[in-house]
């Protein structure tokens, strides 16, 4: 991450290789959350809800995918399979979860209507939550293995009263899989991987 080399994305190498590679899919994610927390300071700061976040940070997703001709949508707590059946997976007990809270993701990129083009689900957590994100990770898995997603993310935002500086970074990839390698890749919540200015 953070290599300019990797920055180089055009839609042709990106579709000629059939699917977005990890180095892509990173790439992607840095430039909307560079846009994030250069438009949307006031929400970072002031530690908006995680839903206020998310859904701007959807937004300049869904922007830098059209900018590459990638004709995919990016949803907020999309629960629907081809858009009449309600979201389950397998590997969540129901019983176990609190009522009224879904498998539904805080963002997901996709083709609506084809589950061919499930390219990435992504959960979303503050740094300032007390939420250890275990239940995030276990829909990041369902969704990777029982509905078809090529990869899942966990982001971890900096947010609050936090002091920005060039050597801390503004998010980490606190937890990603994917089904194209078929092979998880766990990062320490909290880990600085370079990501700031």
Not at 17 to 42: G, H, K, Q, T
Not at 62 to 74: A, I
Not at 141 to 160: A, F, M, P
């Amino acid at each position: 991450m953070g290599n300019t080399a990797d920055t180089e994305l055009t839609a042709d190498r990106i579709l000629e290789n059939s699917v977005m590679s990890e180095n892509d899919l990173e790439s992607i994610l840095d430039c909307a959350m560079r846009d994030l927390f250069s438009n949307d300071m006031y929400l970072i700061t002031n530690d908006a809800s995680e839903r206020s976040i998310t859904h701007r940070f959807g937004i300049y997703l869904e922007s830098h995918l059209k900018s590459l001709g990638l004709d995919l949508h990016v949803d907020c707590e999309y629960n629907r399979v081809n858009f009449t059946l309600p979201k389950k997976l397998h590997c969540i007990d129901f019983s176990t979860i609190p009522k009224g809270r879904g498998v539904y993701p805080d963002l997901i990129v996709h083709d609506r209507g084809n589950d061919d083009n499930n390219l990435l689900v992504i959960e979303i957590k503050k740094s300032t939550s007390d939420d250890d994100g275990g239940f995030d990770k276990k829909k990041i898995n369902g969704y990777v293995d029982e509905l078809k997603y090529k990869y899942g993310v966990c982001l971890k935002i900096q947010t609050g009263d936090v002091v920005m500086d060039a050597n801390k970074g503004k998010y980490c990839i606190s937890y990603k899989k994917s089904s194209i390698t078929n092979n998880s890749i766990h990062r320490r919540p909290g880990h600085d991987d370079g990501r700031g200015d």
